[in-house]
């Protein structure tokens, strides 16, 4: 009997000595414990188009975004002209909260380019075989700059009331010039969706650049046919890119084409 008790004594002892230690160990962890900071919010990407193109040429990389954890926007560009273009894109800005990244694609890179000090805090811009002028210089102009480009004479105008016109690349023309790397099927379904840009755009002189005070990154498509590639680096090169990728074989369309390599660096941006 004398030696049961004795057993049950010391389980009894054991228990609560466990549950003081536990309930101690916890309350130190409790009133010792260092919060870290809070994790900073991912940055907004902004996805802006450009000409011969619209939103939905951003699906593949909005996919990947959101596999991220991102929040993706794929801006609507009017195409009419530099600053009423970038006019609507600070509009759109304002009801982002947070930080942005705004990434351009070819002629979307010139809107990019003059985006406003009133929009959201802008943490990096992208330029995705894009425009990035100088004060002054019209997208038309860095396309002439060096030899390449083949645009021009697969171009067809459609006049308009003011006198100016809107540009469309020929449907027979699209994928050699445009997304010569993108399967013929989808090509064929991006010339008879695509957006004509004002002739008057691409002429339009820019105002001062956002990639004086904003840091850039850049991606060059060495088989591009809009914007020669000689072009792209002297651009990147001007604006202090942070971080330049050159994919070798990739269109103009690269976006479509490679957009795994896209979202890699819009990610370095956003980091």
């Known amino acids: 009997m004398h030696t049961l008790m004795h057993r049950f004594t010391v389980r009894i002892t054991a228990l609560l000595t466990a549950l003081v230690v536990a309930a101690g160990l916890a309350l130190f962890g409790t009133s010792n414990a260092v919060a870290g900071p809070p994790a900073a919010p991912k940055p907004t990407i902004v996805l802006v188009h450009g000409a011969f193109a619209d939103g939905a040429g951003w699906a593949p990389v909005i996919e990947r975004l959101q596999r991220r954890g991102f929040t993706a926007v794929a801006v609507a560009n009017p195409l009419r002209g530099v600053r009423e273009d970038a006019d609507a894109l600070d509009a759109r800005l304002a009801g982002i909260d947070g930080p942005v990244v705004l990434v351009g694609h070819s002629y979307g890179g010139a809107v990019i380019t003059n985006v406003k000090a009133r929009s959201p805090k802008i943490k990096a811009l992208v330029y995705v075989a894009a425009f990035a002028p100088a004060d002054g210089e019209a997208a038309a102009q860095l396309a002439g700059k060096y030899p390449g480009s083949t645009l021009g004479v697969t171009l067809a105008p459609v006049a308009l009331p003011d006198g100016s016109n809107d540009l469309y690349i020929k449907p027979s023309l699209f994928r050699q010039q445009f997304a ?68 070798e074989e990739a269109s103009h369309a690269v976006a479509v084409s490679r957009p795994d390599t896209v979202v890699k660096l819009i990610v370095r941006a956003a980091d």
């Open 180 to 247: 010569a790397d993108v399967p013929a099927r989808q090509a064929a379904l991006m010339a008879s969706t695509q957006r004509p840009i004002r002739d008057t755009a691409l002429g339009e002189a820019s105002g001062k650049p956002a990639w004086a005070n904003i840091p850039s990154w850049f991606l060059l498509a060495g088989a591009d046919n809009n914007i020669p590639l000689r072009a792209q680096k002297f651009m990147a090169e001007r604006a202090g890119s942070r971080g330049t990728v050159t994919v």
